[in-house]
C-alpha cells in the first residue's frame, strides 16, 4: 500500500490565483482529513470527511473548499489564495477500527506571494 | 477533552531510553491517551495508545499511572531517527475525531 499520497509537494501562488491540493488513499478508508500546520504551530484541522459524498467543516475552513467524490480521494481547493494560507498541508485518513489512528500523507507545502 | 501539559523539549543520549512524560489531569473515564510524533517536514505519525493499562509495540510503550492523570512515553533504545516532536492527546476513541495537536514535546537524540 502506498498509504496517503499527496501532490504536489511545493507549490508558490501569487495572491488571487487558485489550486487544487490532491490527496489519495489506498487503504480503503472512510474518514479523510485536511490539516494544516503554519510555521511552529501545531495542526489545525480545515475539513473533515466521513464518506463519499459527506463532508463538514473543522476549525479553519474559511478561503477552502473540499470534495468527496470517490472513499479514495478527498482533494482541497484553495480559491483566491492569499497570504494567510502559506503553510504545510496534510491530508490524513482513518477507518471506524482506527479509531483515532490517523494516517497522515507527507505534506504540501504552500507559499503564496 | 481533557488537556495536556509536556513539556516544551528534552534532550536523550543515543542508545539509552527516552521517557516522555504528560499530564492529563481532567481525564474522563472513555477518554484514551495517543501518542503521535512528527519528524521535521514530514507529516505526524501515530505511535501508540492507551486506557489504563500499559501499551507496548514494536516502537514504544505506554505507562499509565493507576488515577489515569498522567502518562509516560518510553522510546526503549532511542535512535538519531527518533529526533521529532512528540504529541500527548486524549480523545474520547471514536472515528471521525478531530484530533488536536498542541506544542508537543520536542525531543532530540544526541549521539
Known amino acids: 500500500n502506498a498509504g496517503v499520497t499527496q501532490t504536489p509537494k511545493f507549490r508558490i501562488l501569487k495572491i488571487g490565483q487558485s489550486m487544487t491540493l490532491q490527496c489519495t488513499q489506498d487503504?480503503?478508508?472512510?474518514?479523510m482529513y485536511w490539516y494544516r500546520q503554519d510555521p511552529g504551530m501545531g495542526l489545525k484541522l480545515i475539513y473533515y470527511s466521513v464518506g463519499a459524498g459527506i463532508t463538514d467543516k473543522g476549525e479553519v475552513p474559511n478561503g477552502y473548499n473540499v470534495s468527496r467524490s470517490t472513499t479514495e480521494d478527498f482533494p482541497l481547493r484553495l480559491e483566491l489564495a492569499a497570504p494567510s494560507q502559506t503553510s504545510v498541508y496534510f491530508c490524513?485518513?482513518?477507518?471506524?477500527?482506527?479509531?483515532?489512528?490517523?494516517?497522515f500523507g507527507p505534506g504540501t507545502r504552500l507559499t503564496v506571494t | 477533552d481533557a488537556k495536556t501539559t509536556q513539556p516544551p523539549s528534552m534532550d536523550c543520549a543515543e542508545g539509552r531510553a527516552a521517557n516522555l512524560p504528560c499530564n492529563h489531569s481532567?481525564?474522563?473515564?472513555?477518554?484514551?491517551v495517543y501518542w503521535y510524533r512528527q519528524i521535521h517536514s514530514q507529516g505526524p505519525q501515530y505511535i501508540i495508545h492507551?486506557?489504563?493499562n500499559n501499551e507496548t509495540n514494536e516502537m514504544a510503550s505506554l505507562i499509565i499511572t493507576e488515577d489515569r492523570k498522567s502518562s509516560t512515553l518510553i522510546l526503549p533504545h532511542a535512535t538519531l531517527r527518533d529526533t521529532a516532536v512528540y504529541y500527548c492527546?486524549?480523545?474520547?476513541?471514536?472515528?471521525?475525531?478531530?484530533?488536536?495537536f498542541g506544542g508537543g514535546t520536542r525531543v532530540l537524540v544526541k549521539p
Open positions: 487503504m480503503n478508508h472512510n474518514y
Open positions: 490524513a485518513s482513518s477507518s471506524n477500527t482506527l479509531g483515532n489512528e490517523q494516517y
Open positions: 492527546i486524549v480523545r474520547v476513541k471514536a472515528a471521525g475525531n478531530k484530533l488536536t
Open positions: 492507551g486506557l489504563k
Open positions: 481532567t481525564i474522563s473515564g472513555n477518554e484514551y
